[in-house]
């Protein structure tokens, strides 16, 4: 225990008078022994234990000297009386004998140089008797013996006496000393206690103070208790058991208008009601109060006050047990929550409108962002047409121009729409197997132009095996690695700029994580941006005119997407020496072959179809139709759904665009019918054109029947893929269309024709070789037969014979994937369609 | 003190024949041992009784067990109550002197006198005291039973070879 402790500890009051007490209880513990022994004494006294001790001493003496008289007298006498003579001695006789036997002579005499004395007076007595004791004339006869024995006992007795008188004042004196000192002890104990008491009294005077002080401290904590409660804005009420109200604060009172007088007349069911789940009121009795409050303090702020003049309100109330004495009662805070509930309500209404504002303004924006795709649909697809018109060299750099400001624009619109969506939680993930190799090559070469344009090198590292193919939403990946890559550009000059990927772990199965590191030499981002950079609308760096320019969404949407794909993004900088910007998202490898490399499908492959388009805008229909027919199709153009659904009932048409918003008949109404009519067209493939795509959109289209949904504006290169699909599919299942004859047409302006003969004669002896091989084929490894096919397809796309090259295609991708059945399957319409093939080419050849 | 009156009264009847039977028995048999002294009536002369031992063991008697800080050991004495013998006397008197042999003298308070104390000793241990062991009367208290006689008081008063006694009024 420390010091300080011990001390208040021994200063406490209780202490001091527990030992006091102790000192009290042990000087009259101690004053009851002594004045027992006292007591003892004077007892002793009271009952003496000796008689007049002197008195016989010197009554032998007396007793002596008489006897002795008695014999002198009878010396003289004519008569002795014998009488008389025996009953001196009898006297004589007897006293000295009390020495002998009385208790007290014996304690006196024993043990003194006067015991011998004692005994000398024995004998000689004893010699006398005899001679008393005898008749008359022998007594006469020892007369003088006896005078002379008397006699001689003279000096003795004077002795004893003496001896007597020197011990018992010597007892005398040590018993008064033992009593003197035993009163004086007595004395001291009584001093003692008397000042311990005197001590105690003392304390209990400064007790008494201190209660008194803790009394009054009470009175004033009671009071200021009592001031807080009465100036309290919540009505306080102690109830009693049966209800009634006991006592209150003077804002209880304006509460419930309680009366000024005898207040317990009114019980609280009378002006306090609970509300039932079904909305109507029942009074709170006092029993079902203290009830709920008996498990500890209680609250309910389900109440209805209804006080007394009438007013009606919502209240909360606050209640506990407190035990006075014997009797519970149950002290309750009640507040009034009108303007507390009114405060709410305005704040939920203020949210409300403010919200409510938030999400026309996200509409806005998005119907916005959605009403300039489509005009931009227009200039950009104009444009791609424009390019293939001839133009100047002078047209060409204007038309580059228009483009890439048409391109920025029209980024910056999808940046915005990213937003909107991003900010309803409405984005989602198109998650598709794709070559990420090849989209990283795609994003190099992208940017490469516009390096350049800095000065800059860009450069891409990643392993010599490549990383594969890998499952993820190939276009957003694309959007956060380009925005990264875009900026890096952006704010570099002269310098390098590195795009690094590699898989975080050694094995993809446990870890599917990809990491991409995209460092730049460039200005740097200061520790205080390098914070902000991924925020939403945020631009870093000084305003000045030299900043390149942009809306700032490019990370902010990055840092969204890669956290909606789970993963994460982040970026490291110093000022003046460059950035480093990371992210790593989870790519699962979905196929760990090497992607062969693909022939370019150009676009005389395909076949000429039948194309239906549907759209009200006049220009994208233009834009459209220029398209494909450029590419040598057959185009019908309808302005909306009700045109478009009369065409495809009357034709067979081998593709169907539709656009979804239209006046009359929107795409959606008009896909369904088309799928419900039974038309001709109701099982072609319909391609769904949007300006706005969204999960929920694609879901409800899909599920009106459309087969895949495109986005505005519809490039040329996309509209070229999506004819491919179908070239190659109809193609594979429509035998009679064997060879693209366009292909060979497009060969003959460019190579001579004994280059053209060459080049199928050497693709007649592949197919020959494979056809006879077609046997001993499948014995070969998948991955070893997948290549050769895909070189022999090589071939058949370079001579246009598509059907060979779809089911070529077919064969390998199953071979691919692990599906050996189904390539067996494919390949044993190898011969026959190889055959056509053959036949179809060889009267080609002739022909021409 | 009624009780006391009446039997005092009725001792005075009877007090003349009482009389003449102890002289008579006195003169012939045994020797006095005891005479008491009391004042007459009348004139305040003294009138004499004089008792022997058969006397006083004809009255009550009582025996006490007890030590005595004169003799050592316990002893029994037998004798007859103070009391007694002066109510059976009739004997009207504040005081008592008793004188020994030895002319030791006391005074004794009639009113201090008790039914069972003290008593005039004539037997000790069963046997008559002579006058050379403090006999033949001896007046005693039962020291042993209270403390109350165990003081120098009592001690004084109890007279040993006592052969007088004088009722003082």
């Known amino acids: ?848 | 003190m009624k009780m006391r009156l009446f039997l005092s009264g009725l001792a005075a009847v009877c007090i003349g024949l009482i009389a003449v039977q102890n002289f008579a028995f006195a003169g012939e048999k045994s020797p006095v041992i005891l005479t008491i002294s009391v004042p007459q009536a009348q004139d305040g002369d003294p009138h004499q009784i004089t008792l022997s031992e058969q006397d006083l063991r004809a009255l009550p008697a009582m025996t006490y067990q007890t030590t005595t800080i004169w003799t050592s050991g316990e002893q029994r004495f037998t004798g007859v109550p103070l009391l007694v013998l002066i109510e059976h006397f009739g004997i009207e008197a504040k005081d008592l002197e008793l004188k020994a042999v030895n002319d030791y003298a006391i005074t004794l308070p009639v009113a201090e006198l008790t039914e069972d104390a003290p008593i005039i000793a004539y037997e000790r241990n069963g046997k008559p005291m002579k006058l050379r062991d403090n006999g033949p009367l001896w007046v005693l208290y039962n020291y042993d039973a209270n403390p109350d006689y165990r003081t120098e008081t009592i001690y004084s008063r109890s007279i040993w070879q006592l052969d007088r006694m004088t009722a003082v009024r």
């Open chain 1, 1 to 848: 225990m420390p010091t300080d402790k011990v001390l208040s500890f021994v200063a406490s009051r209780r202490l001091q008078l527990a030992a006091l007490s102790a000192v009290v209880a042990l000087c009259l513990l101690a004053a009851s022994v002594l004045i027992n022994a006292v007591f003892e004494k004077l007892d002793r006294y009271s009952t003496a234990s000796q008689d007049g001790v002197y008195w016989t001493m010197s009554q032998i003496e007396v007793d002596q000297l008489k006897l002795i008289v008695e014999l002198e007298r009878m010396k003289v006498a004519q008569n002795p009386d014998f009488a008389q003579l025996r009953q001196r001695f009898d006297l004589f006789y007897s006293r000295v004998m009390t020495l002998r036997n009385a208790a007290v002579y014996r304690s006196i005499l024993d043990g003194t140089d006067v015991a011998a004395d004692v005994q000398a007076i024995f004998t000689r007595l004893d010699e006398m008797v005899v001679m008393i004791d005898g008749d008359d004339q022998s007594l006469l006869g020892s007369r003088d013996r006896i005078l002379s024995l008397v006699t001689s006992m003279t000096t003795p007795i004077r002795d004893i006496a003496i001896a007597g008188i020197s011990v018992g004042a010597a007892r005398a004196d040590g018993e008064r000393n033992v009593l003197t000192q035993q009163i004086i002890t007595l004395t001291v104990l009584t001093i003692m206690m008397l000042s311990a008491l005197f001590l105690a009294l003392l304390l209990v005077w400064r007790l008494y103070e201190d209660s008194q002080r803790q009394a009054e401290q009470s009175r004033n904590t009671t009071n200021r208790l009592t001031t807080i409660l009465n100036t309290s804005q919540d009505g306080i009420l102690v109830v009693g058991p049966s209800g009634e109200v006991q006592d209150t604060n003077g804002a209880a009172d304006r509460m419930f208008a309680l009366p000024q007088a005898d207040k317990s007349s009114v019980p609280i069911s009378n002006f306090l009601f609970r509300t039932d789940p079904d909305g109507g009121l029942t009074p709170l009795t006092g029993r079902r109060l203290l009830a709920e409050c008996e498990q500890g303090s209680k609250r309910f702020d389900d109440l209805v006050v209804r006080s007394l003049d009438g007013r009606e309100f919502p209240a909360e109330i606050s209640a506990d047990i407190a035990r006075r004495g014997e009797m519970s009662v149950c002290i309750c805070f009640v507040r009034d929550l009108s303007e507390r509930l009114a405060a709410e309500a305005e704040i939920v209404s203020a949210r409300d409108r403010a919200l409510s504002g938030e999400r026309a303004k996200a509409r806005f924006l998005g119907m916005i962002s959605h009403e300039m795709r489509t005009p931009l649909h227009g200039i950009l697809g104009a444009l791609d047409l424009l390019h293939d018109t001839g133009l100047t060299s002078e047209q060409e750099r204007y038309a580059k121009v228009m483009k890439s400001s048409g391109q920025m624009l029209l980024t910056q619109i999808s940046d915005a729409l990213d937003m909107t969506q991003v900010g309803a939680g409405k984005m989602v993930l198109r998650r598709d197997v794709f070559d990420l190799d090849g989209m990283l090559q795609e994003l190099v070469e992208n940017q490469q132009a516009l390096a350049r344009a800095q000065n800059n090198k860009l450069e891409l590292l990643i392993a010599k095996d490549g990383l594969g193919r890998v499952e993820g939403d190939r276009g957003r990946i694309y959007q956060v690695l380009l925005n990264v890559v875009s900026n890096a550009i952006k704010y570099t000059q002269n310098g390098q700029i590195t795009i690094e990927a590699a898989r975080a772990a050694s094995s993809p199965d446990v870890d599917p994580i990809v990491e991409f590191q995209i460092s730049d030499t460039g200005v740097g981002i200061s520790e205080e941006n390098l914070a902000r950079v991924f925020d939403d609308f945020v631009r870093v760096g000084s305003s000045d005119a030299n900043q390149p320019e942009g809306t700032g969404l490019g990370l902010g949407i990055a840092r969204h997407l890669v956290t909606l794909m789970g993963g994460e993004i982040g970026a490291e900088s110093l000022p003046g020496e460059g950035s480093l910007f990371w992210t790593r998202i989870p790519l699962p490898v979905k196929n760990r072959a090497p992607p062969a490399p693909r022939a370019e499908t150009a676009p005389a492959v395909i076949a000429p179809l039948d194309v239906l388009v549907v759209e009200d805008n006049a220009n994208n229909r233009l834009v459209i139709e220029a398209m494909l027919k450029n590419d040598g199709h057959r185009v019908t153009l309808a302005c909306d759904g009700v045109e478009g659904v009369a065409f495809a009932a009357e034709t067979l048409y081998d593709l169907i665009l539709m656009d979804i918003n239209m006046p009359r008949m929107d795409g959606i109404e008009a896909t369904r019918r088309i799928r419900a009519d039974n038309g001709a067209s109701s099982s072609t493939r319909i391609v769904a054109l949007t300006a706005h795509f969204s999960s929920d959109k694609a879901t409800e289209l899909r599920a009106a029947g459309m087969d895949a949904v495109e986005t505005k504006p519809l490039r040329r290169a996309t509209l070229r893929d999506i004819l491919a699909g179908i070239a190659t599919t109809m193609q594979a299942h429509n035998p009679s269309i064997v060879v693209d004859n366009s292909m060979l047409s497009q060969l003959g302006t460019s190579l001579s024709m004994a280059s053209i003969i060459g080049l199928l004669d050497r693709f007649q002896a592949e197919g020959t070789q494979i056809i006879a091989d077609l046997d001993t084929l499948h014995a070969m490894p998948p991955e070893v037969l997948a290549d050769r096919l895909h070189g022999f397809s090589g071939s058949a796309a370079t001579t246009g014979a598509v059907a060979l090259q779809a089911i070529l295609e077919q064969a390998e991708t199953a071979l691919r994937q692990g599906d050996k059945d189904t390539a067996a399957h494919l390949l044993k319409e190898l011969p026959k369609i190889w055959t056509d093939t053959m036949a179809h080419l060889s009267a080609r050849h002739r022909a021409a």
